[in-house]
């Protein structure tokens, strides 16, 4: 019988706990209303990790921080207990591979350069087309030509004689095009040194003292280039042209857009040949509307006539160039 109570009793001491009073053993909570309990399953997203808050005892409404196995008093009426925090995603830092490129050229400390105006066209060399059909050579002298005698000068193109000795010259105005040919016969006493005035062509304003385009007839006295040259600023100053053969005629023919603006061209023929090309030139004096063109010999700014040094057969204008070819 005693037996049988002794163990009654030691039952309701299990049962009643009557020590909850002085001490508390942890209670956990894990988020009851978002419906998460001990033993349940979090899904964490990848690359994601779940980490639990410190736990910290909450005595009677205070803060009080407590050590892991400290016992807790209880204060006032309130019943100590021991919480979690909910449970929160934390993000792993991991480092991400820099996508590949290219090296792009390093950054320029200095601003980008303002846009400039375009620049004013400059004359330039072209490229001479060959014209069709190309005589390979004036095999004799065209009508008006006297060989070894006076040449009766070059006659003009519809509009009466021009050239040496007197002669009417042909007028050209801004923008007019034309096609010029001439047929002339050189000695070997015509030629003069380089720098001394010994033009077959020139155009010119009235004035003769720099003509904007020249041919000459040059030796320098090397040997190798005793021939025809060219002269003034439209054809880019005294340059080399071609050997000319004395005593046999030549065929030229000048293919001309006149201009005193810089937009102007001209190419030149020689027997056929293209030896000499320029565009954006200015044929007539800047300032002027027009100027006049004359084949013959012209020293120091004066026609040379009744001379035997150089004879010129009739000379042709037209639109085209196909227009004067022979």
């Known amino acids: 019988m005693i037996a049988l109570l002794g163990a009654l009793g030691f039952a309701a001491l299990l049962i009643l706990q009557p020590w909850e009073a002085d001490q508390v053993g942890p209670r956990l909570s894990v988020a009851p209303k978002i419906g998460i309990g001990l033993g349940d399953l979090v899904a964490v997203a990848p690359g994601k990790q779940l980490a639990v808050a410190p736990a910290r005892p909450v005595v009677a409404g205070t803060q009080t921080l407590v050590a892991e196995g400290d016992a807790v008093e209880s204060e006032g009426a309130g019943r ?167 005593g046999v005629w030549h065929e030229a023919v000048l293919c001309f857009k006149a201009s005193s603006e810089a937009d102007g061209f001209y190419l030149l023929l020689l027997d056929g040949q293209p030896v000499d090309a320029r565009a954006w030139v200015s044929l007539i004096d800047s300032g002027s509307s027009d100027a006049q063109v004359d084949v013959g010999l012209f020293r120091d700014g004066e026609p040379v006539a009744g001379t035997t040094d150089v004879l010129f057969g009739p000379t042709r204008l037209g639109d085209t160039l196909e227009s004067v070819l022979p």
């Open 80 to 246: 100590p207990q021991l919480a979690i925090a909910p449970a929160r995603a934390v993000a792993t830092p991991r480092p991400v591979a820099a996508p590949e490129t290219s090296p792009g050229p390093p950054p320029s400390s200095e601003p980008s350069p303002a846009p400039q105006p375009s620049p004013t066209p400059v004359a330039v060399p072209v490229a001479a087309p060959t014209p069709s059909p190309a005589p390979a050579a004036v095999p004799a002298p065209p009508a008006g030509g006297v060989i070894g005698g006076h040449s009766p000068g070059p006659v003009g193109a519809g509009s009466g004689p021009i050239g040496s000795g007197g002669a009417e010259a042909i007028e050209v105005h801004d923008g007019d095009e034309y096609a010029l040919a001439f047929s002339f016969l050189i000695q070997p006493t015509v030629y003069r040194a380089s720098g001394d005035e010994n033009l077959i062509v020139r155009f010119s304003d009235g004035g003769v003292e720099a003509p904007s385009f020249g041919l000459q007839l040059w030796d320098d006295g090397s040997g190798n280039q005793r021939g025809l040259w060219s002269s003034g600023d439209a054809m880019g100053g005294e340059r080399f042209l071609a050997p000319l053969a004395e």
